[in-house]
Structures are given as C-alpha cells and as structure tokens.
C-alpha cells in the first residue's frame, strides 16, 4: 500500500511552476537525506492544477511537508489543499 499526499491548486500554476516548487522541495530532501537516499524514494506526479507526493519513506514525507510551506509562503495557504491518502499501485 502506498501513501500520497494529494495537492489540489485553486488556480493553475502550470505545470512547469508546480514542478520547479517539486525540484526545491527534492533540492531540500537532498541537503536532509543525501542524494542517493532521495533518488532511491522520491517519487511525485504533477500536472496543471494538481500534484501527487509518494509519502511512504521519510524522504516523501520531508518533499511534501517541504512543498507545503514553500507554496504557503509563496501563494498562501488558502491556495491550494492538501490531503493524506493511501492508494494501491503506483503514482
């Protein structure tokens, strides 16, 4: 069973912003982790308006809370939604 974190975005970033915020979020994991680590768990999908973190691992857990705080302080908190999930399969 994987567990996600599933990010709704009120307005469309594009994709392209969503993902830049994913790779700070990745940069940061990586300072925490080392790399090695992070490319063996990290995981993530993102598409115009929304954005799915694979928080099964440690390392997908400091990516989402990451993500979190950088659109907060970026956008606002009223600029999105996030929620806790657990899916069978992949991303």
Known sequence: ????????????FGKDEIEEQVGIAILAAESA???AKVRLYARYAASEDRAVVDVSSRIGQHIAESL???MT???G???FS?????TRGDL
Do not use: N, T
């Not at 069973?1 to 469309?12: A, D, S, T």
């Not at 996030?82 to 657990?86: A, S, Y």
């Open 73 to 75: 302080k970026k956008y």
């Open 33 to 35: 982790f080392g790399e």
């Open 1 to 12: 069973m994987i567990q996600v974190c599933r990010f709704k975005f009120r307005k469309r």
């Open 68 to 70: 979190i705080r950088l």
């Open 77 to 79: 908190e009223d600029s």
């Open 82 to 86: 996030v929620e806790r999930i657990r």
